[in-house]
């Protein structure tokens, strides 16, 4: 019998978290606190990041309130620093939906929750960044979305920032390689404002922020080595997300025509066998280049 886990230990690590007036970001001010992070609580209303702050101090935490713009992401990042000297850790969790479906969606509404979650992080990322990879050490938890991974009715513009946020997260994960900065994303579902319309009883009493938080502050850790992945999780259940390939279907020069192409299709959709998992562009190249089909115009 293995003894259980002790508790992850944060004292004298800074750690900001970007939408932290309400829900899951709240939550997770809340248990960087208890563990013994000085926390920066960003929320865009006044009142909610004093009343979270003042929450934290009382129960014996540190941490300090700062009011901006999810986009504002040098703000966020200055009070930080000029707070406590630098960033150890940073969980972007800032957004908001506009829903409708993509026929009745107006540009501003597309541009405006595009530029939160992704436009949003990447301001407060592009600030912390230099801080960290002049430490050579940081941990980054960006906030994508089952939306992002698989899409959602109604939501193109929300799903699209989520996917962008992947993207990101890889990107990110293979730069900040060499500088000892992690980055990682995670998908939660849990009952906040944001899915109060959207899911019913039984979700919401099965879901909390309190069953997403435990595996943020994991990532968050420097204990935790992982970087580059995508974390799906909700109910206290978690698991990594990655992309599968089929075992795919080469052409030969002769063959190699729309209307074959549409004639094999099923078995280039086939991932029953010989399926892989790319984790990065030169994956991608390397079955290209396998056995390359001929050019029929330069015989190469």
């Known amino acids: 019998m293995t003894d259980e886990p002790g508790p992850l230990d944060f004292r004298d690590l800074a750690v900001v978290v970007t939408g932290a007036g309400s829900g899951l970001g709240r939550q997770y001010a809340l248990d960087f606190a208890a563990a013994g992070a000085r926390v920066v609580v960003h929320a865009r209303r006044a009142a909610a990041a004093e009343e979270l702050t003042d929450r934290i101090r009382a129960d014996g935490g540190t941490a300090t309130a700062v009011v901006a713009d999810a986009r504002d992401g040098a703000a966020i990042v200055t009070a930080a620093v000029d707070a406590y000297g630098r960033i150890d850790a940073l969980v972007v969790n800032a957004g908001h939906v506009r829903d409708h479906t993509f026929q009745r969606m107006t540009k501003e509404e597309w541009t405006d929750v595009v530029d939160v979650h992704l436009g949003g992080a990447y301001e407060v990322t592009a600030a912390a960044w230099p801080h960290m990879v002049r430490r050579q050490r940081g941990s980054i ?19 699209a920032a989520k996917a962008g946020l992947i993207g990101f997260a890889k990107t990110l994960a293979a730069e900040g390689q060499r500088h000892g900065v992690r980055v990682n994303a995670v998908a939660p579902m849990a009952h906040t404002g944001m899915t109060d319309g959207v899911f019913d009883d039984e979700l919401r009493a099965r879901l909390s922020a309190a069953q997403v938080s435990p595996f ?4 968050a850790h420097p204990a935790c080595t992982r970087s580059g992945a995508v974390v799906e999780t909700g109910g206290g259940w978690a698991a990594e997300v990655r992309w599968q390939r089929s075992a795919g279907v080469r052409f030969t020069a002769a063959e190699l025509t729309p209307a074959a192409v549409l004639e094999r299709w099923p078995d280039l959709a086939d991932f029953t066998t010989g399926a892989d998992w790319p984790s990065s562009t030169a994956d991608s190249l390397a079955a290209a280049r396998t056995r390359p089909v001929t050019d029929r115009r330069t015989g190469r």
């Open 141 to 159: 938890v960006l906030t994508t979305s089952g939306a992002g991974l698989h899409g959602n009715f109604g939501q193109a513009n929300y799903a």
């Open 216 to 219: 943020v502050l994991a990532l």
